[in-house]
């Protein structure tokens, strides 16, 4: 049985195809912008050209672009391959991702938007501790209690708790998908934003 993950909700654009909970193959590059041209070349690029019985795509919050490119690649390679499609929490990624360096209870901090971070914590089996928020630098400071914080935006907490924390600067990477727990994995691929739209209905 083959699982192709994938992960497009940040600056990273990432696939690894797994066999029987074995990895294969992956492919992570950092590039901002772009999703759309690299990821199916990348999934070409994999053994059997990333053909799977299983797809595990993130669902955010993250970049609102990246996180629907990813979504409409799972969902058609899903129907072409009769594959069953399920989608995970960009930040139990990264907690996964972090976890290979820093076992045990961790904070994720990654970029939001409008000058807000995404928080939330994790405990040490990779399951949340608390619930995602989107916070001004201020707040998010005090949300985050563990001793280690994980994400994109971890060295600018750490510089601005004013405490000691150990941070680790990373994206989310697809190679470590299998390791989000079972519970998170959701049917509804429904993308996580993160935070209320901006969109306000006008007033009469």
């Avoid at 990432?14 to 041209?37: I, K, M, N, P, T």
């Avoid at 799977?52 to 609102?64: E, N, Y």
Wanted: charged letters at 20%.
């Amino acid at each position: 049985m083959r699982t192709l993950a994938i992960e497009t909700a940040t600056e990273a654009c990432s696939v690894a195809l797994f066999e029987d909970g074995a990895l294969l193959d992956s492919r992570h590059v950092e590039l901002g912008r772009g999703h759309a041209e690299r990821l199916v070349p990348m999934i070409g690029e994999l053994p059997g050209k990333g053909r799977a019985d299983h797809i595990r795509v993130s669902l955010g919050p993250g970049s609102f672009t990246g996180v629907r490119i990813g979504l409409a690649a799972a969902r058609a390679l899903g129907l072409a391959w009769g594959a069953e499609v399920r989608g995970f929490p960009t930040l139990a990624l990264v907690a996964a991702t972090a976890r290979q360096k820093k076992p045990g209870p961790l904070g994720i901090c990654m970029n939001g938007g409008h000058g807000e971070w995404f928080v939330q914590e994790f405990d040490e089996g990779g399951l949340p501790a608390t619930e995602l928020a989107s916070l001004v630098p201020a707040e998010a400071v005090g949300v985050i209690r563990s001793p280690a914080v994980a994400g994109n935006r971890a060295d600018a907490l750490a510089e601005e708790a004013g405490r000691e924390v150990e941070s680790i600067s990373l994206l989310p990477d697809a190679r470590f998908a299998l390791l989000v727990p079972e519970q998170l994995l959701l049917t509804d691929l429904s993308p996580i934003y993160g935070r209320a739209p901006d969109a306000k209905v006008p007033g009469r």
